[in-house]
């Protein structure tokens, strides 16, 4: 009988993280999913979960958990899905360096700590995959979302990098780029704006004010938006495809966006951009 497939989920308190990591399990991985609070490793566990704790923030979390999950597994990590990120919203002339720093150690610099550190159990066992989760504003620029976007476009960077890097290893790499996802990633982006900008001081209060709106529900729904069950499919193309793709575009919206950046020209697309709320 072979030994049960391992793997790392990340952000798994919520959203797309919380239905990878229990979809998966019921696909018979096994599978370590962190949270960064310690209240929220109770209903992981519940559900038959290992859970375990992960502060991208703090490297010293990121080195337990490879240690622990080494101890429990004997060293097999088959597959990684960096997940957890947050959006911080604003205009880049309203973001202090220190906001757009603390952006990047969540959704950059802890994401890479994590993936090299996995990586030589990986090359030792001569397999892996690694999955980023990513986002079409990886792909594409989208306004008062300067910090998010940075952070995903040097993330995409980064990876397929990597995975030109490890191509011969064993290892896989592969994106991950979803339009609108239902989750907590708004609610987390409203706390983040009220937290780090001075909204009646800046030039663009007006607007913030109107996207404040959408942020806390009182805005349009979104009919494009789709489960984190959409997610899940593509991730589960990335872990178990013999040939995974570099990129795997979810929802219309993503999908479309990035069509119109190669077919239009920069001026016109960056037009269009513009006019989304």
């Given at each position: 009988?072979?030994?049960?497939?391992?793997?790392?989920?990340?952000?798994?308190?919520?959203?797309?993280?919380?239905?990878?990591?229990?979809?998966?399990?019921?696909?018979?991985?096994?599978?370590?999913?962190?949270?960064?609070?310690?209240?929220?490793?109770?209903?992981?566990?519940?559900?038959?979960?290992?859970?375990?704790?992960?502060?991208?923030?703090?490297?010293?979390?990121?080195?337990?958990?490879?240690d622990?999950?080494?101890?429990?597994?004997?060293?097999?990590?088959?597959?990684?899905?960096?997940?957890g990120?947050?959006?911080?919203?604003?205009?880049?002339?309203?973001?202090?360096?220190?906001?757009?720093?603390?952006?990047?150690?969540?959704?950059?610099?802890?994401?890479?700590?994590?993936?090299?550190?996995?990586?030589?159990?990986?090359?030792?066992?001569g397999?892996?995959?690694?999955?980023?989760?990513?986002?079409?504003?990886?792909?594409?620029?989208?306004?008062?979302?300067?910090?998010?976007?940075?952070?995903?476009?040097?993330?995409?960077?980064?990876?397929?990098t990597?995975?030109?890097?490890?191509?011969?290893?064993?290892i896989?790499?592969?994106?991950?780029?979803?339009?609108?996802?239902?989750?907590?990633?708004?609610?987390n982006a409203?706390?983040?704006?009220?937290?780090?900008?001075?909204?009646?001081?800046?030039?663009?209060?007006v607007e913030?004010?109107?996207?404040?709106?959408?942020?806390?529900?009182r805005?349009?729904?979104?009919?494009?938006?789709?489960?984190?069950?959409?997610?899940?499919?593509?991730?589960?193309?990335?872990?178990?495809?013999?040939?995974?793709?570099?990129?795997?575009?979810?929802?219309?919206?993503?999908?479309?966006?990035?069509?119109?950046?190669?077919?239009?020209?920069?001026?016109?697309?960056?037009?269009?951009?513009?006019?989304?709320?």
């Open positions: 009988m072979p030994e049960q497939r391992t793997i790392i989920v990340t952000g798994c308190s919520s959203g797309i993280g919380a239905y990878c990591a229990r979809a998966l399990k019921n696909e018979g991985w096994r599978v370590f999913a962190t949270v960064r609070r310690q209240e929220d490793l109770a209903a992981l566990e519940a559900d038959g979960l290992e859970a375990l704790l992960l502060d991208y923030t703090r490297t010293e979390t990121i080195t337990a958990l490879v622990a999950v080494k101890r429990r597994s004997g060293g097999r990590i088959d597959a990684l899905f960096n997940n990120a947050y959006g911080q919203p604003g205009a880049v002339e309203d973001l202090s360096t220190d906001v757009l720093r603390l952006q990047f150690e969540t959704n950059f610099f802890g994401w890479h700590e994590l993936t090299r550190q996995v990586i030589p159990l990986m090359r030792a066992q397999h892996g995959r690694i999955v980023n989760c990513s986002s079409i504003l990886g792909l594409l620029p989208y306004r008062f979302r300067g910090a998010y976007t940075a952070s995903k476009y040097a993330l995409e960077g980064l990876t397929v990597l995975r030109m890097e490890l191509q011969g290893s064993g896989e790499v592969s994106l991950i780029e979803p339009g609108p996802i239902a989750s907590q990633f708004t609610a409203l706390a983040a704006i009220q937290a780090h900008v001075d909204i009646e001081g800046s030039a663009h209060a913030y004010r109107r996207q404040l709106r959408r942020l806390d529900g805005g349009p729904i979104n009919r494009h938006k789709l489960g984190p069950e959409a997610v899940h499919r593509v991730l589960n193309h990335a872990l178990t495809s013999p040939r995974p793709k570099p990129h795997y575009l979810v929802t219309r919206p993503a999908k479309q966006g990035a069509f119109l950046k190669r077919l239009l020209p920069a001026a016109l697309f960056y037009r269009l951009m513009r006019r989304l709320d």
